[in-house]
C-alpha cells in the first residue's frame, strides 16, 4: 500500500471523498523527506562549542591536552537550556567531541573525556545533563561528532573506524531523540595521535565509509537529519557569517557528498535550480568570533543589528539559523552573550506579533480548477497543510492581500508548499498604486523581504514558477525600522 505524506493527506482526501473535481498538483522535481519536513518546521537554535577549548583559551586543541584541565566551576546545562528557550531558540546542538577528542560524555571507548576530569570528580556527563535540561524546556537536541580526532592513536586507520562508530552509537542510545547529527568538514592534519605528533592525512572521499556511518543514523535514529557540507539531509551554506544568499534552491544537482567535499562548493550557498535532490541549507554562525568563549571577546558579542541582520538572511532566505553560544570557564552562557539573545527575541516579538493579513480578504489571477480548496485565501488561512495552486499550464500568476484599509507596512513572509517541491523563481511586490516595493528571487519553506515602510491597501505579488504555484502561507508586518 502506497505510503502517503501528512502534509498532503488534507488536499487529497478532499478530492478522494468526492467534494471537488480536480486533483491536486503533481509533486515538481525532488520534494523533502518526512525528517526534512520536520526540521523544515523549525527556525532557529543554538550551537554549543564547550570543551578543552574553552579552557586553553585554543579554537582547535591539539589533542594532547591533558582531562584535568576541563574544570567547569557552575557548570549548568538548565541555564543554557533556559537561555535558548528565552531566546525564542527550538533546540540545542553540542559539540559532543570537538576535534582534540574529547569526549563530554563518559565514551566507554576512550579514557580522554570527562570521566577522568576533576568535574564532579570524573562522575559527571554534560550530555546527560543537557538532555535533561532540554526536555525540562522543550528543547530539541543535537549532537556533533567530529570525524577528526587528534588525539586518537588510530586515527587514519581502519580501527579509528570501528572506534568512531561505536561513540555515535553510544551518543545515538543513552540520551534520548536527536534532531540532528552534525559531522564537520575539518578532517585529517597534524595532531597528539596518542603520542605519534604527526601529521596525517586522509582521502575523505573514502576514508570513513560514509554510507555505512549514516547507517548507523539511519538504524538508531531514524528522524534525525544529518548535516554536513554536502548532506545527506541538510546542506552547508557555505559560510560562517551567516547570510544565505538571494537565491537559496532547496535542491542540489546529484553526486557524492561528504564532510568537507570541494566540488559542490559552488551549489553550497544557492543549490541548484534543477537540482535532483532535497538538501536544505543551514546558515551558521558564532555570536562572538570564535565558536569557544574566549574572555578577551567578552566585549565583541555581536550587535543587536548584526543578529537582526542573520536573522533575516537566514530565517528569512528560506534556510534554518544556528547561532553559537559558547559557555565560558564556569560552565554559563555568558551575561553579555544572554542579554544580546533577549534583545534579538524582543524586536522579532515586536516585528512578528502582528499579522496584517490575518483578517484579510485574498484573490489570484487563477485558481486550479475553479476550486475554493485551491483558492487565494488558503494562503492566509494559517493551515499549513492548505494551500493556493494555479492550474497546470499557468506558470506565471498574481497573488493579492487586501488588507482592508490603508496600512503601513514594510515585511511580507512567504512560504510555498514545499511537500510539492520548491517551484518559485522569482517574483515581485507591489503596492494599490502599482509600486513596486521588494523583489526577489527563490523563496521555498520560508522567504521574508522588506521595503521602505509605505501605506497601502493591497499586496500584490507576481510570481514566475517553473511548475503551477503551490502558496501555503503569505503574512504582512509593519517590523521595527532597520538598526
Given amino acids: 500500500m502506497m505510503k502517503i505524506s501528512l502534509q498532503i493527506a488534507f488536499p487529497l482526501f478532499v478530492f478522494l471523498c468526492g467534494c471537488v473535481r480536480t486533483t491536486p498538483p503533481p509533486p515538481f522535481g525532488a520534494v523533502p523527506s518526512e525528517r526534512q ?130 561513540q555515535l552509537r553510544e551518543l545515538l542510545t543513552n540520551y534520548g531523540e536527536v534532531f540532528e547529527v552534525w559531522f564537520d568538514g575539518a578532517n585529517g592534519g597534524d595532531g597528539y595521535y596518542g603520542g605519534a605528533r604527526e601529521t596525517r592525512r586522509i582521502d575523505n572521499t573514502s576514508y570513513y565509509d560514509w554510507e555505512h556511518t549514516r547507517s548507523v543514523v539511519r538504524k538508531l535514529q531514524p528522524d534525525a537529519c544529518m548535516f554536513s557540507d554536502g548532506g545527506p539531509d541538510v546542506r552547508w551554506i557555505g559560510n560562517e557569517q551567516g547570510y544565505a544568499g538571494e537565491t537559496n534552491w532547496s535542491t542540489v544537482k546529484s ?93 522579532l516579538d515586536e516585528g512578528f506579533s502582528n499579522n496584517l493579513a490575518r483578517d484579510a480578504v485574498a484573490g489570484a489571477s487563477n485558481t486550479r480548477g475553479g476550486e475554493e480548496i485551491f483558492s487565494a485565501l488558503m494562503a492566509i488561512d494559517q493551515n499549513p497543510d492548505t494551500y493556493w495552486a494555479t492550474d497546470d499550464n499557468i506558470k506565471q500568476a498574481l497573488l493579492t492581500i ?45 522567504r521574508i523581504v522588506r521595503w521602505k515602510t509605505v501605506q497601502t491597501r493591497t499586496l500584490t505579488v507576481n510570481m514566475t514558477a517553473n511548475a503551477c504555484p503551490t502558496i501555503s502561507n503569505i503574512e504582512a508586518y509593519r517590523v521595527p525600522d532597520d538598526l
Fill in 37 to 166: 519536513l520536520q526540521w523544515h518546521r523549525m527556525k532557529y537554535y543554538a550551537f554549543i562549542h564547550f570543551g578543552p577549548n574553552t579552557f586553553t583559551d585554543k579554537e582547535w586543541g591539539f589533542g594532547d591536552e591533558p582531562e584535568s584541565v576541563f574544570n567547569p566551576t557552575q557548570l549548568d546545562c538548565r541555564q543554557w537550556a533556559r537561555v535558548a528557550k528565552e531566546g525564542g531558540m527550538e533546540g540545542i546542538i553540542i559539540t559532543a567531541k570537538h576535534h582534540d577528542g574529547f569526549c563530554l560524555w563518559p565514551s566507554k571507548y576512550t579514557e580522554h573525556s570527562v570521566k577522568n576530569s576533576p568535574w564532579k570528580n570524573g562522575k559527571g556527563d554534560v550530555l546527560s545533563e543537557l538532555q535533561q535540561a532540554c526536555d525540562e524546556y522543550g528543547l530539541k537536541l543535537g549532537i556533533y561528532l567530529s570525524p577528526w580526532d587528534r588525539n586518537h592513536p588510530a586515527y587514519g586507520t581502519p580501527a579509528y573506524l570501528d572506534y568512531y562508530r561505536n
Fill in 255 to 347: 553526486g557524492i557528498f561528504y564532510p568537507g567535499v570541494p566540488d559542490v562548493t559552488d551549489q553550497l550557498q544557492s543549490g541548484h535550480e534543477d537540482g535532483e535532490l532535497w538538501i536544505p541549507a543551514e546558515v551558521n554562525t558564532s555570536i562572538r568570533p570564535g565558536w569557544f568563549y574566549h574572555q578577551s571577546e567578552d566585549d565583541k558579542v555581536k550587535s543587536l543589528g548584526r543578529l537582526i541582520d542573520n536573522w533575516y538572511h537566514s530565517v528569512g532566505m528560506n534556510g534554518n539559523f544556528l547561532l553559537n553560544l559558547p559557555p565560558d570557564k564556569r560552565g554559563l552562557i555568558h551575561e553579555h552573550d544572554a542579554a544580546r539573545l533577549l534583545e534579538l527575541r524582543k524586536y
Fill in 402 to 446: 487586501d488588507l482592508g484599509k490603508p496600512t503601513e507596512v514594510n515585511a511580507l513572509l512567504i512560504q510555498e508548499y514545499i511537500p510539492l517541491g520548491q517551484r518559485v523563481k522569482s517574483f515581485v511586490v507591489k503596492t494599490d498604486e502599482n509600486v513596486e516595493v521588494a523583489r526577489g528571487t527563490t523563496i521555498g519553506n520560508r
